[in-house]
């Protein structure tokens, strides 16, 4: 089964350059240059990963976690930046992104990251049952 990503930049070269590197994996990408765009193509898909680079035309990577968080499917948030460091992994984990990927592109690391988000499922809620008496 193919599992689908929406990358989210102002850039059309890197998306270009994503879809290269994920050549003859079980993934397909598709493209938006827009939060709005992104928007409407979530409502008529579902994704897997949404792919934001951090700073975008009409946003941050928080308004791409946010959509996410709102859209049925909620998919997985990797948040792209070419000046991620441990303070911006940190804060992006905190706040519910699943990774970070620096730019540019190293295509072993996007290749390994993606392919992972998109074969793991999210964790099971924990139910905790009160002991009966």
């Known amino acids: 089964m193919r599992s689908r990503i929406l990358y989210l930049s102002g850039q059309h070269d890197d998306a270009r350059r994503l879809a290269l590197m994920l050549d003859g ?43 996410a968080r709102n859209s049925v499917r909620d998919p997985k948030v990797i948040v792209t930046d ?19 990927i620096a730019q540019p592109f190293y295509s072993p690391e996007v290749r390994r990251i993606l392919y992972n988000a998109c074969s793991r499922p999210l964790a099971a809620p924990v139910v905790h049952f009160a002991a009966q008496a």
């Open 25 to 67: 994996l079980p993934l397909d990408v598709d493209y938006s240059d827009s939060l709005q765009q992104a928007r409407a193509m979530l409502r008529q898909m579902d994704y897997d990963v949404l792919l934001s680079e951090a700073s975008l035309p009409d946003g941050s990577w928080l308004d791409s976690l946010h959509l």
């Open 82 to 100: 070419p000046h991620a460091d441990a303070r911006f992994w940190a804060e992006a984990l905190n706040l519910g992104a699943y990774d970070v």
